[in-house]
């Protein structure tokens, strides 16, 4: 029953990115690394003395293993108590609620999000702050400040309690609480919808295929699709969540999620289909035949918000990362709401989620959310569109033909080249960044440059500046692309090409995305030199 001080050095590259610290597995399995990024956590937030944490993670290999350390580490730095899902299990938008609910000082998540698991492939921890969302930057870099001089970190040598067993337990006199990692998730979605309309839904022969891709949302799911609101058994596929996420990539989009896709292609498709990532908070929404671009998705959402109980007063305002499409714009213009452009990332949100000026958030990467947790939330946009279906009575179809034709339709793509050589990949930013003034009046094809912009957000709640969030590049009619490098890989680099192309409504609304994207992905690649910036000619993922 003691605390182990134990001595270390600092290890290089600790620094949390885009959403937290993403690693290969085997790098955060080295002796010491997980020590060391969580004895940092608790330096960087001044300590963990008498504290509460809240801790679980997507299940992916390696997730008991560092919970165990973790619930050691916080023993032995004094915090009081720790919530934990069982069997280590929590989403990413359960434990931002966890953390909410129950009023604690934050909590530690370990996921590397929809990244692939197991031995040999990747592993993240991140904090969030009480507020439950992730931590913001002020915080991230006091972290990265204390993993650079850390010289000791402290373990306790009592063993952590056994995580399929709920209960309490305690760790070096430290209350450890292990609980159902879905009742009180499930319970919140209950008060912020009409589950009796989506009972009614279900009871009226409506069908549906949700696809849990392997990884943390499948008992989620199985709980409140199947067991509460009455789908049918057999809705949720790919629903026991395994290590390696049944060697795919949990990454609900196209690519990836190409079962479900096959599924809601076939003749014989369900009226609705959706997916999540590995830790729950994406999503991906299709109708019959169709797939709704995140984007749309936001927009079409940010619409028919009233629909559902928890909205039915309207939305203060909306917020969308900057590759984002401008659709939710459009809307936000048409309810009389403001509509905020921040920066990639969730963390951007919170603030204005807290303040009360943003109701709705999303991102293009599938991620979708509210002001009821501060994480993005795949299993909440799933009920939002359950609810908007069945409360309209029209199919997916039908609502969005319906919307583009007021508001015209924002084609949209991402083009991720993977692995590219940093050198390479910052040099073509580095120039397209260069070249910027130089761009606007120049014509490309049909396109007339109208802005270049190396987008920089001032956060309206508290002044903080996040400058070079990306470089976006705009033609009159609103059409344009964005560059900007990824902070989530975990090799070399990934450049995210986004690409817009603006149809107004008496346009032809109807068209293949690449067909509608082919002239504005040409000028793209054209002017930011792919070919010969990266030795590119395709992109490795479109989604
Ligand atoms: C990616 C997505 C971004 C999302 C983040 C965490 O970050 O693009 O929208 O918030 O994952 O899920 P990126 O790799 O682009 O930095
Ligand atoms: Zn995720």
């Not at 450049?495 to 032809?508: C, N, V």
Request: contains cysteine; glycine residues 12%.
């Amino acid at each position: 029953m003691t605390t182990i001080v134990t001595p270390t050095q600092p290890i290089d590259g600790q620094k949390p990115g885009t959403s937290g610290l993403r690693k290969k597995t085997p790098v955060f399995m080295a002796p010491g690394y997980v020590e060391n990024f969580v004895q940092s956590i608790f330096d960087g937030i001044g300590g963990a003395e008498g504290k509460t944490f809240v801790v679980g993670g997507d299940g992916r290999y390696f997730n008991d293993s560092a919970i165990g350390t973790i619930i050691r580490m916080a023993a032995a730095n004094g915090a009081v108590r720790v919530i934990v899902g069982q069997g280590g299990l929590l989403s990413t938008p359960a434990a931002s609620h966890l953390i909410r609910k129950n009023k604690t000082d934050g909590g530690i998540i370990l996921s590397a999000s929809h990244n692939p698991g197991g031995p040999t492939a990747d592993f993240g921890i991140k904090f969030n702050i009480p507020n439950g969302g992730p931590a913001p930057e002020k915080v991230t870099e006091a972290i990265f400040a204390a993993t650079t001089s850390i010289r000791t970190y402290r373990i306790s040598d009592v063993a952590a309690p056994d995580l399929s067993v709920l209960g309490l337990s305690d760790v070096d006199g430290m209350t450890v609480e292990v609980i159902d990692p879905v009742s009180d998730y499930a319970e919140l979605m209950g008060t912020l919808f009409d589950f009796d309309a989506i009972k009614a839904l279900f009871g009226r022969g409506f069908t549906m295929c949700f696809d849990a891709m392997h990884a943390v949302t499948g008992p989620y799911a199985h709980a409140i699709l199947e067991k509460t609101l009455g789908a049918a058994p057999g809705t949720v596929i790919n629903g026991v969540p395994s290590p390696d996420f049944g060697g795919g990539h949990p990454d609900p989009n196209p690519v990836w999620a190409k079962e479900l896709v096959d599924i809601m292609m076939a003749e014989t498709a369900p009226d609705f289909g959706a997916a999540s990532d590995g830790d729950g908070d994406r999503n991906m929404i299709m109708g019959r035949g169709q797939f709704v671009s995140p984007s749309d998705s936001l927009a079409m959402l940010t619409a028919n918000a009233t629909h559902a109980p928890a909205y039915a007063q309207g939305l203060s305002g909306v917020a969308r990362s900057m590759p984002t499409s401008q659709a939710v714009d459009r809307v936000a213009v048409d309810l009389g709401i403001e509509s905020y452009e921040t920066p990639t990332g969730w963390k951007f949100f919170g603030n204005l989620l807290d303040a009360g000026r943003a109701t709705l958030c999303g991102e293009e990467s599938a991620g979708t959310g509210s002001n009821h947790v501060r994480e993005k939330d795949g299993l909440w946009a799933v009920l939002l569109w359950l609810n908007i279906l069945a409360s309209r009575d029209q199919s997916l179809a039908e609502i969005s033909a319906e919307h583009w034709a007021k508001f015209g339709r924002n084609y949209y793509a991402r083009h991720d080249f993977e692995a590219v050589d940093t050198a390479r990949a910052n040099d073509l930013v580095d120039t397209l960044r260069a070249a910027l003034p130089s761009l606007v009046g120049q014509t490309f094809g049909p396109f007339t440059v109208a802005s270049g912009t190396n987008f920089s957000y001032t956060d309206p709640v508290d002044g903080s500046v996040s400058d070079n969030q990306g470089l976006i590049v705009a033609f009159d009619g609103g059409s344009r692309f964005a560059v900007r490098l990824s902070g989530t890989g975990t090799e070399g680099a990934t450049i995210r090409l986004y690409l817009e192309s603006y149809m107004a409504p008496e346009g032809d609304l109807t068209l293949p995305v690449d067909e509608a994207l082919s002239e504005i992905v040409a000028v793209a690649y054209d002017i930011i030199d792919l070919v010969v910036k990266t030795g590119r000619t395709e992109p490795d993922v479109v989604t």
